[in-house]
């Protein structure tokens, strides 16, 4: 009589296959997912943030000097956190002052850039006074004039928040996300991926002393609630 043949696959094998293709799965399934809910999510919601904002919630990020001419440099700034959401066990434990709980947030600075017919960078719109500037008090017109072409851009992809990247290809550079191919030129404008936005800039102003702060807000375009930041 034939010897019956063995199944290659034992059942302890099958198990792991099948808790395999569920997490498989669960991870292609939930980033589209929440693409596609976006606009029925709650979005006044998803649009607030731990981090306290008022008139005096400014923080510093660094100097004018310190952004490069052709391409963007990223900056860490530590913003105050008030746990709104959910339990503030983290917050509790640390032990630490309201304003010592501290989350670090990277922001992408550069100069806006003219954009030439088939996406390649014309000149950069950087101040030319800066070359010889040393870090004395700045007039007006000279606030106004670096306030209106330098980028404070959120490193969080307008997707689903993923921190986006500045690769450099071939001479020219983008802005990356790693999650879904997210792109967004130096400027932080869409070019392509599934972002529904470029990318989001922060509220700004530039000092007499040269010296950038932020606040903890971005630009949202009225009427769009889905581009209300998911993930900052
Ligand atoms: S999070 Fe999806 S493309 Fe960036």
């Not at 998803?46 to 510093?60: A, F, I, M, N």
């Not at 950087?126 to 072409?149: K, S």
């Amino acid at each position: 009589m034939a010897e019956l043949q063995k199944d290659p696959i034992t059942r302890k094998d099958f198990l792991s296959f099948g808790i395999l293709g569920t997490i498989t799965g669960a991870i292609l399934t939930i980033p589209p997912a929440a693409f596609i809910l976006g606009p029925v999510i709650k979005t006044d919601v998803l649009g607030q943030t731990d981090v306290p904002s008022g008139p005096d919630d400014w923080h510093e990020v660094g100097s004018i000097t310190e952004v490069p001419v052709e391409e963007p440099k990223v900056f860490v700034v530590d913003f105050p956190v008030n746990q709104i959401y959910g339990d503030r066990k983290i917050q509790e434990e640390s032990g630490l002052s309201t304003e010592e709980f501290v989350v670090e947030s990277a922001i992408w600075l550069s100069w806006q850039h003219e954009i030439l017919e088939g996406g390649e960078y014309g000149q950069s719109y950087r101040p030319a006074f800066l070359d010889d500037y040393d870090g004395g008090t700045l007039t007006q017109a000279q606030i106004e004039e670096i306030q209106g072409n330098l980028k404070v851009l959120s490193s969080s992809c307008a997707h689903l928040g993923c921190p986006v990247r500045w690769i450099v290809k071939e001479g020219a550079g983008e802005f990356l996300c790693p999650c879904h191919g997210g792109i967004y030129n130096i400027n932080g404008q869409y070019v392509g991926g599934p972002p529904p936005r470029g990318m989001y800039e922060y509220t700004y102003e530039v000092r007499e002393d040269g010296r950038i702060y932020v606040r903890h807000e971005f630009d949202i375009e009225e009427g769009l609630d889905v581009q209300k930041p998911y993930v900052i």
